[in-house]
């Protein structure tokens, strides 16, 4: 079995930010996981978030949205207020194929809504990086028998690209898409 633990946050200039950026993050954040509880999904969702709240300085608390093959949680990531509060994973299929066959929104493994203000996703992303370098959250991945393998966002949003480039054009020979 394959783990990938990659970053991405997307952010779009936004109006919406009910907190000073720069004070992020006050509260508990929630982490999305659109898997059932107890599968290997969960419970390297659950390493990472307990990992990265000692960065954060907040809870981590994970809520599981199983169904929809990872389409339900992605959603609901998808329609979070994007104030930095509200972060998941998400399977690649959500990102790379459904968008193609369904009109879902397009996020890839840890991500956040579109609209986070710039300064938290920097802060959002550097704890969830740091969080990875962690012996111990690497030595839980490795007990679970996952290899740890990192893509910063930049490295991430060129990996979509490219893969979201791939499928499309297979799923489109396929006669999937349009």
């Keep these: 079995m394959f783990f990938l633990i990659v970053l991405i946050f997307f952010s779009v200039e936004s109006s919406y930010c009910?907190?000073?950026p720069a004070k992020f993050s006050t509260r508990p954040i929630t982490f999305i996981c659109p898997l059932p509880p107890g599968s290997t999904g969960d419970v390297s969702d659950r390493l990472i978030s307990k990992t990265a709240e000692k960065f954060l300085g907040q809870p981590v608390v994970v809520v599981n949205k199983p169904g929809g093959g990872t389409t339900i949680g992605t959603a609901a990531i998808?329609?979070?207020k994007p104030d930095g509060y509200t972060v998941g994973y998400t399977a690649p299929g959500a990102m790379l194929i459904y968008p193609f066959v369904e009109q879902l929104p397009v996020f890839?493994?840890?991500?956040?809504?579109?609209?986070i203000p710039e300064e938290i996703v920097k802060k959002l992303e550097q704890a969830f990086t740091q969080a990875i370098k962690e012996p111990s959250f690497i030595k839980g991945l490795k007990d679970l028998r996952f290899p740890v393998?990192?893509?910063n966002s930049k490295e991430m949003a060129e990996h979509i690209a490219d893969y979201y480039q791939f499928y499309g054009?297979?799923?489109k020979e396929m006669g999937l898409a349009k």
């Design 18 to 20: 009910a907190e000073d």
């Design 78 to 80: 998808a329609a979070a």
């Design 149 to 151: 393998v990192y893509r």
């Design 108 to 115: 890839q493994n840890i991500v956040g809504p579109r609209g």
């Design 169 to 171: 054009k297979i799923l």
